[in-house]
């Protein structure tokens, strides 16, 4: 699969961005900073970003839509919901050091904001009948397990943390 000029621009941008937030205070790193580690000009940022937290937005958008193609089901019982969350917790380990960057950074509220969307969205389409605050309900404690497990390097076995998790919302 080829990627586009685009692509491998955004992409340049995203690996910049989150090596100089490795060795920067975030709120010291500049957009020329990050265009010059990318090695683009500050026009192609600009025509693909506004800010840097839309370079964030952007790589969390990028990997959700890689989530999403590689999911082979919808849940339909406790087990799939299971390894769903299993699923969205080991893409989450493996993404462990941008999002500790993140955390450094306190950048979290972009994390946080982003679910809210992505889960309000979801329910709104798949769930409408439901009550409007269950997307909050979910992605703020996505958010606050995974950030804590985040801050402890992610010891606690994917399984058992997944398990966790659909007991305390999966009634039978």
């Known amino acids: ?3 586009s000029q685009e692509e491998y621009s955004k992409y340049y941008i995203v690996q910049a961005l989150f090596k100089l937030m490795g060795e920067y ?9 990050v265009t010059a580690k990318a090695g683009v000009g500050r ?4 025509r693909y970003f506004k800010r840097k937290e839309d370079v964030i937005i952007y790589y969390f958008e ?6 999403l193609y590689s999911k082979r089901f919808y849940p339909r019982c406790k087990a799939d ?6 699923q969205v917790l ?3 380990k493996d993404h462990m050091q941008p999002f500790k960057l993140i955390r450094k950074a ?4 972009i994390y946080l904001d982003y679910l809210n969307k992505r889960f309000s ?11 409007k605050y269950l997307p909050f309900l979910y992605a703020g404690m996505l958010f606050n397990v995974s950030i804590s497990w985040l801050d402890n390097d992610c010891d606690a076995p994917v399984s058992e943390l997944a398990e966790t998790i659909v007991n305390s919302i999966y009634f039978e």
């Open 90 to 92: 080991t893409t989450f």
């Open 25 to 33: 205070d975030y709120e010291k790193i500049s957009v020329t900073d």
């Open 81 to 86: 919901y299971v390894e769903t969350v299993i």
């Open 106 to 109: 306190r950048l979290e509220y």
């Open 121 to 131: 969205e979801t329910f709104k389409k798949d769930y409408p009948e439901k009550s």
């Open 62 to 67: 990028h990997y959700k839509k890689e989530f």
């Open 43 to 46: 026009a192609t940022f600009y």
């Open 1 to 3: 699969m080829a990627f």
